[in-house]
């Protein structure tokens, strides 16, 4: 959300408010939240972020506080984290190795421990204990069920306490699941150590090892979610380390460089001059000339000149700042599916509570002996196969990390929403640089005077630019090793900032520069001023040469179209979309772009916020508008378009969805009814509860592996 659209909320006396949770595991934690919030008067909209694991909601302060909202959240069962650090990325990955380690402690403990109780489970098996029977043997599962039960308490504590919590709120989660089902293998075994006498001959044996395993294995497939969870942050941490890591200050009439964080870095210049590249902020590939009175931006860079700048903005205020938070904002939203998918899982656990009782029901009455312990081992494996985290988690982590593939090639996506709005689209715009354009200055005509050769001049011209910073020096620099052209060494060189530079080679003075340059130093253009004329026309940068004095020619430089840029522009015609340009350069540049592509319409000199009002201006024309850009500067008016997507992101991104729900679903559809006998009738199959263990941790690390499969996809 832009600082506009924050201070129109704030307008009408709403806030917004993201809180990160603790206790949040599934879809059903998801569903419980958002309908405990939704139903506080002020509260006008909750989203939970199961990934996050955080509450975005917006309320009026006037109806509720955030003591009051942070208090619901408790009576639900779940702990708000009210540390000021806890929305800090480093805090945050933190937290989640902490809890990562801390799983795999209690994953090594339940191996450790549930390795000697598989070994005597099947006493037959092992040898030493072949042939022992009676009083011997219920001593041996006496102490596998002491093993069982410090797996439980150590290794799946929370699965007991959060089903408590939930069953006493009268709802259930996977830690219901889990907790009943263990709870009851473990309860039937202590019966059957206890009073074997209860269980007809031959059927008095012990299940320790189903307790023990499936917490074990469980447990570590949340540790796997944790980790896989932890790269989906990825993009947030490479934003943050854009910064400098050292800014120098002038206090108390000295210069002295400090950390970063102690300094604001968005201002205006005071004194001084530079070129300042601002393709991080506004695209542009070329540099702007600033001085006193302009405005500088943290993320920019200084490439020729110095000066001093006051500080304007702190903090969150700052232009990084505010595009960390549109990303984390985007990852906490949800897409309409994924809304729909949270209403199936509200209902989904209860269901498989009430399979299970039926399923106990029907093999305890109508199923082959030992019916008692059929019944209990199907009603156990019903609960543990169900998987509502591949569920819960099929569409926020494929959104997630398709949110940050894309912040990771410098594009924001404004929110989850914006994947279905697609269909309906009137309008594309686009931004000119990196979409339209290739994003970086190139030589694209060399014109020389009368009596100076081609190549000759743009050797002299690369030589004296090679002690330049300047990015049309770079281009220059590149167009003349691209021809194979030998450079030799510049001596006397000196750069006017803003206007051009000077150097000695090979013994000829080499200018170059604008014409107020030129005539500056005596230089008269002649008639190569017509031609530079033409050249600006085309949307093109025209640079003077002089050697010796003379006007010798110019080199031209833009920021040339892609190949494929006018064959896209001509399929979004064939689908019936306008296309429009918005673009920070000048009107000269930006028609002629918008020619050689043929887009409908084109608006220049467009800086970042002013883009979303020309957003907003075609959306108040009755279209539904879309806004593809590649570069972090078009995060205003994507946040203001009805879907703002760098497209082949976005359809990766819902296709991994799509994949993620359709798995989670089919798992279950088959998984419950496997699980609860089906099959036992006509091919005598019936699932172990450790097979179902596994199948259940499977089925929710594969989503979570592929929606981190969107890491590796490469936008065309």
Not at 272 to 294: C, I, Q, W, Y
Not at 379 to 400: D, F, N
Not at 639 to 661: H, M, Y
Request: charged share 20%.
């Amino acid at each position: 959300m832009t600082s506009s659209a924050v201070a129109a909320l704030e307008a009408e006396g709403i806030q917004r408010m993201d809180l990160r949770l603790r206790g949040v595991h599934c879809a059903s934690c998801v569903r419980r939240i958002e309908e405990a919030l939704s139903a506080t008067p002020g509260v006008l909209r909750a989203e939970v972020n199961p990934v996050t694991r955080s509450a975005a909601i917006e309320y009026r302060p006037a109806r509720v506080s955030l003591k009051g909202l942070e208090r619901i959240l408790e009576e639900a069962g779940y702990e708000v984290d009210a540390d000021p650090g806890a929305e800090s990325p480093d805090r945050q990955e933190a937290d989640r190795r902490q809890e990562y380690r801390q799983l795999l402690r209690e994953f090594w403990l339940g191996l450790a421990l549930s390795v000697p109780i598989l070994a005597t489970a099947y006493p037959s098996l092992v040898p030493g204990l072949r042939g022992l029977s009676g009083a011997g043997l219920r001593w041996v599962w006496a102490a596998d069920g002491l093993l069982a039960l410090a797996v439980m308490l150590y290794s799946g504590r929370q699965f007991y306490t959060g089903g408590w919590s939930a069953l006493r709120r009268r709802s259930a989660d996977m830690n219901a699941l889990i907790g009943l089902g263990t709870a009851a293998v473990w309860l039937y075994s202590t019966a059957v150590v206890l009073f074997p006498d209860l269980f007809p001959a031959g059927t008095a044996e012990p299940f320790f090892d189903v307790a023990a395993v499936v917490v074990t294995l469980v447990v570590r497939g949340q540790a796997l979610e944790v980790r896989a969870r932890g790269r989906t942050s990825e993009a947030i941490r490479q934003l943050l380390g854009l910064r400098a890591k050292t800014a120098r200050v002038v206090r108390d009439g000295a210069e002295r460089d400090v950390p970063v964080e102690e300094v604001p870095v968005d201002g205006e210049i005071v004194d001084g001059r530079s070129a300042v590249d601002e393709s991080m902020v506004t695209g542009e590939s070329l540099p702007v000339e600033k001085g006193p009175g302009d405005e500088v931006i943290g993320v920019t860079i200084n490439r020729t000149g110095s000066f001093r700048f006051r500080a304007t903005k702190v903090g969150k205020d700052t232009a990084l700042a505010q595009i960390v938070k549109m990303v984390r904002q985007a990852q906490d939203s949800k897409a309409p599916i994924a809304r729909a998918v949270d209403v199936v899982a509200g209902y989904f656990v209860p269901a498989v509570m009430i399979v299970a009782v039926l399923a106990f029901a029907a093999w305890f009455t109508f199923g082959p002996a030992p019916a008692m312990t059929y019944a209990v081992v199907v009603a156990v494996t019903v609960l543990i196969i169900t998987s509502p985290c591949a569920l819960g988690l099929a569409a926020p982590m494929s959104l997630m990390v398709g949110v940050c593939k894309a912040a990771e090639h410098g594009v924001l996506i404004r929110n989850g929403e914006a994947l279905q709005l697609a269909r309906s689209l009137d309008a594309v715009v686009l931004d000119k640089t990196g979409t339209i354009t290739r994003g970086r200055p190139e030589v694209t005509d060399v014109l020389t005077a009368a009596s100076f050769g081609e190549a000759e001049l743009l050797r002299l011209a690369a030589s004296a630019e090679q002690g330049s910073e300047h990015r049309l020096g770079e281009a220059i620099v590149n167009a003349a090793i691209g021809r194979r052209l030998e450079l030799t060494l510049a001596v006397d060189f000196a750069a006017v900032a803003g206007h051009g530079i000077s150097a000695t080679v090979d013994g000829r003075e080499v200018l170059l520069g604008n014409e107020r340059f030129m005539r500056a130093q005596g230089v008269v253009p002649g008639d190569l001023a017509e031609a530079a004329g033409r050249l600006s026309e085309d949307g093109k940068t025209p640079i003077y040469v002089a050697l010796d004095g003379r006007a010798a020619g110019l080199v031209a430089i833009a920021d040339s179209v892609k190949k494929d840029s006018a064959a896209a522009v001509r399929r979004l015609h064939e689908l019936g979309l306008e296309v429009v340009l918005l673009t920070g350069d000048n009107q000269r540049t930006a028609h002629a772009i918008a020619r050689q592509v043929g887009i409908d319409r084109a608006f220049a000199e467009v800086l970042p916020d002013q883009k979303a009002e020309h957003v907003g201006s075609l959306q108040a024309e009755g279209k539904l508008v879309a806004m593809v850009g590649d570069r972090i500067n078009d995060a205003a008016a994507l946040a203001r378009a009805d879907v703002g997507i760098a497209i082949d992101v976005s359809k990766a991104t819902f296709r991994n969805i799509r994949q993620n729900l359709t798995g989670a679903f089919a798992y279950n559809s088959l998984g419950i009814p496997v699980a609860a006998g089906v099959l036992y009738p006509a091919f005598g199959l019936l699932l172990s509860p450790l097979i179902a263990s596994a199948a259940m941790v499977f089925s929710s690390v594969t989503v979570v592996t592929n929606a981190n499969r969107l890491r590796a996809h490469t936008p065309k």
